[in-house]
């Protein structure tokens, strides 16, 4: 532990821990840009063809699973980010917490990421594939299993 200027004390962050909110705010602005040109009809019929729809369950207009990717994967990834970083105590995460005995974020991490991989995955069944799905399946699988890493759970230990 390092002291600051004003003689407080300053921990160290780990790799993992930077490694994992720089891969959440990725994810999370990716999943905003993309989330609101599907929502909003942005980015032309190329980006999201009528016909992928037929290949989707429960889906009829690209508007649920746009608010899915913004709402969910986006400001969910940035809400966790932050969460990560300055680990801050909500009172109505508190029984989450003495469930995993972990920060709220340690769970936050393991469910965006193995959320995510599922979207890819039913991305991969349903339309063209893209080198997008690559990148942001790799960035789910990470974040799915970097939290069980020892530095992390360390980190973010109740």
Do not use: C
């Not at 004003?6 to 959440?24: D, S, Y």
């Not at 429960?58 to 680990?87: C, D, E, H, K, Q």
């Amino acid at each position: 532990m390092a002291l600051t200027a004003t003689g407080t004390a300053r921990q160290h962050r780990p790799f993992t821990v930077v490694l994992v909110t720089t891969l959440l705010v990725i994810l999370g602005l990716g999943a905003v840009g993309g989330g609101w040109a599907m929502t909003f009809g942005v980015g032309g019929a190329d980006f999201m063809s009528a016909e992928y729809l037929e290949a989707l369950p429960l889906v009829n207009t690209w508007v649920i699973p746009g608010l899915i990717l913004m709402l969910g994967f986006g400001l969910g990834s940035l809400v966790v980010a932050y969460g990560t970083l300055s680990r801050p105590r909500w009172p109505w995460l508190a029984g989450l917490e003495r469930l995993t005995g972990h920060h709220w974020s340690w769970t936050g991490t393991i469910v965006i990421g193995a959320g995510q991989v599922l979207w890819i995955l039913l991305e991969v069944i349903s339309i063209p594939f893209s080198m997008l799905m690559v990148i942001f399946g790799s960035i789910g699988l990470a974040l799915a299993v970097l939290p069980f890493t020892p530095t992390l759970r360390k980190y973010l230990v109740h």
